[in-house]
């Protein structure tokens, strides 16, 4: 069954601190990896889109990695700001990246305290 | 500004009264999809549309219906609304349903509707 795992559920940090979230899946055939940004209430915006053969994606202060062989991500964000808080959602891509076939993540829910 | 419009943001309404949530985009996609998002459940897929007059079933489309007749709408129907369909409701477009053939896949979000069936 395709999945994706997202760890932790929750976390708490302080601004200015770094942090990484993780997303595993068992989704086959793989396409690409995106991470979405969620604002509570709001919409999710995307953050990065890695396909097969990308291992590292930057965007701004996030940082995401992807290792196909043992099907990890991370997102890593680098010096955490108050508007960092939000849900971070992993979303994975299957049987030739149709988004008929998108599986998504529950979601880690940051927030950054001053 | 490029953007995808979803109306009703907020809706109450009670059993069995048909509703209709409009979702409309700007940017020419081709893909158009619908959410669900539920604490502790994450955003679960409706029905996804792959063009015009083009629908299918995604994870969860029991008691929803849609069309596709234009490029720009895909409205989301519930003909007689039940309590666990309360929830925040997303519409999303692209460019392209694929990844890497011919546009970068990235999904646009509606800001998101929050529909309460008593």
């Known amino acids: 069954k395709n999945q994706v795992e997202q760890s932790p559920q929750s976390l708490i940090i302080l601004e200015g601190k770094n942090c990484t979230l993780q997303?595993?899946?068992?989704?086959?055939?793989?396409?690409?990896l995106r991470w979405y940004k969620q604002d509570t209430g709001r919409g999710p915006v995307s953050l990065t889109i890695?396909?097969?053969?990308?291992n590292t994606k930057s965007n701004g202060r996030y940082t995401a990695t992807l290792d196909a062989d043992t099907k990890q991500s991370s997102l890593h964000i680098t010096a955490s700001q108050l508007s960092d808080s939000a849900s971070y959602i992993c979303?994975?891509?299957?049987?030739?990246?149709?988004?008929?076939?998108?599986?998504f993540g529950k979601g880690t829910k940051l927030s950054v305290k001053p | 500004e490029a953007q995808v419009t979803q109306n009703p943001r907020y809706l109450i309404t009670v059993t069995g009264k048909k509703l209709t949530v409009t979702c409309s985009q700007n940017?020419?996609?081709?893909?158009m999809s619908w959410y669900r998002q539920d604490p502790g459940l994450g955003l679960r897929q409706i029905y996804y549309?792959?063009?015009?007059?083009?629908?299918d079933k995604g994870d969860v489309p029991e008691g929803y219906k849609v069309s596709r007749k234009e490029k720009r709408n895909f409205p989301l129907i519930l003909e007689s609304p039940s309590p666990n369909q309360t929830s925040l409701y997303f519409c999303?477009?692209?460019?392209?349903?694929?990844?890497?053939?011919?546009?970068?896949?990235?999904?646009?979000f509606g800001e998101g509707s929050r529909l309460t069936v008593l």
């Open positions: 999303a477009s692209s460019l392209s349903a694929t990844a890497g053939q011919g546009g970068t896949g990235e999904l646009f």
């Open positions: 997303c595993n899946y068992t989704v086959s055939p793989f396409s690409n």
């Open positions: 890695m396909t097969f053969s990308e």
């Open positions: 979303v994975v891509s299957a049987s030739g990246g149709s988004q008929g076939n998108l599986i």
């Open positions: 940017m020419n996609h081709e893909y």
């Open positions: 549309s792959m063009n015009v007059e083009v629908t």
